[in-house]
């Protein structure tokens, strides 16, 4: 009899911690076809922790569910198969190599560490966008978690590449 009331008092300090991080809603893309396989795979292959911080369960709201993975609280939230982001410039832009995936970021974001960024894939078909909130500032341990996953799930045929303003002078 005491080993019972043992375990079901386990039970019940366990239990209340388990709901502690409630099922995250969100939005996710829409895609179909080779981009709707690639993301799911995607989604498969990245960590059950990223910083320390533990996969979510998710409500996706509309969109295609094997397109989003979330960790933590605040979310870091991970979306497959979005578009080029705003304010991207193959010519223009700066992206950030990191372990192996070119990240584009938007410069005011890359400057107020105090806020949450935007860092988008550039080069990887289908696009990952990955939501960062502050509190996992600055990023790079986060980008450096994800990589591996994105270099064996997706594509690359378009890598960053920004140009040496040296080759200009070039004969």
């Known amino acids: 009899m005491r080993r019972?009331?043992?375990?079901?008092?386990?039970l019940l300090v366990v239990l209340p911690l388990?709901?502690?991080?409630?099922?995250?809603?969100?939005d996710a893309q829409d895609v179909g076809g080779t981009d709707a396989e690639l993301c799911a795979r995607l989604v498969d292959?990245?960590?059950d922790e990223v910083v320390?911080?533990?996969?979510?369960?998710?409500?996706?709201?509309?969109?295609?569910?094997?397109?989003v993975a979330a960790w933590g609280d605040p979310p870091l939230v991970l979306t497959c198969g979005v578009g080029t982001p705003a304010g991207f410039?193959?010519?223009?832009?700066a992206c950030q190599d990191v372990a192996g995936v070119d990240?584009?970021?938007?410069?005011?974001?890359?400057?107020?560490?105090?806020r949450e960024a935007v860092a988008t894939t550039i080069g990887f078909e289908p696009a990952v966008e990955l939501r960062i909130p502050a509190a996992y500032r600055p990023p790079v341990e986060v980008l450096v978690e994800l990589a591996p996953a994105i270099r064996a799930t997706l594509r690359n045929p378009n890598?960053?590449?920004?140009?040496?303003p040296r080759d200009e002078l070039a004969p």
């Open 103 to 114: 990240w584009f970021v938007p410069e005011e974001q890359m400057e107020d560490q105090s």
């Open 45 to 47: 292959a990245v960590p």
């Open 89 to 93: 410039s193959r010519v223009a832009s």
């Open 4 to 10: 019972a009331s043992a375990v079901a008092g386990a």
């Open 159 to 164: 890598p960053c590449v920004v140009a040496d």
């Open 18 to 26: 388990a709901g502690c991080t409630p099922t995250l809603q969100v």
């Open 52 to 67: 320390q911080a533990r996969r979510r369960d998710l409500e996706v709201l509309s969109g295609t569910d094997a397109t």
